[in-house]
């Protein structure tokens, strides 16, 4: 957690390290993943497979340099790729779900998924 002394814009925003929290959801059956953010490989996995029994797959927590960050993912097999623009200190923690045959699908959040 960041310190009194650790803003840069008189106590409104602080600087680095940012922490994105991911959380892989459902959908993944025996699937290939990587995961970057800003261009850094920070999780890759093969044989994932969403837990019924949770419906979760993984999740790690990764530093990011910057509030923003751009998070990719790209997943086999099916050859999908996806990524979006994250602001990390409004929305820390990401979910992400194999939805369908073709679709990764994103949801962010302020507070931790249940």
């Given at each position: 957690m960041a310190s009194a002394t650790d803003f840069t814009d008189g106590g409104r925003t602080p600087k680095g390290p940012y922490i994105v929290h991911l959380m892989l959801r459902e959908g993944f059956h025996e699937h290939t993943v990587l995961i970057t953010v800003d261009d850094r490989t920070v999780y890759q996995a093969v044989?994932?497979?969403?837990?019924?029994?949770?419906?979760?797959?993984?999740?790690?927590?990764?530093?990011?340099?910057?509030?923003?960050?751009?998070?990719?993912?790209?997943?086999?097999?099916?050859?999908?790729?996806?990524?979006?623009?994250?602001?990390?200190?409004?929305?820390?923690?990401?979910?992400?779900s194999l939805?369908?045959?073709?679709?990764?699908?994103?949801?962010?959040?302020?507070?931790?998924?249940?």
């Open positions: 044989g994932l497979t969403t837990d019924p029994s949770t419906e979760r797959a993984g999740a790690i927590a990764v530093p990011a340099a910057d509030r923003r960050a751009r998070l990719a993912v790209s997943v086999t097999p099916g050859d999908l790729t996806a990524a979006f623009d994250l602001d990390v200190l409004a929305h820390p923690y990401v979910a992400i939805v369908g045959e073709g679709t990764v699908a994103f949801e962010t959040s302020a507070s931790p998924f249940s």
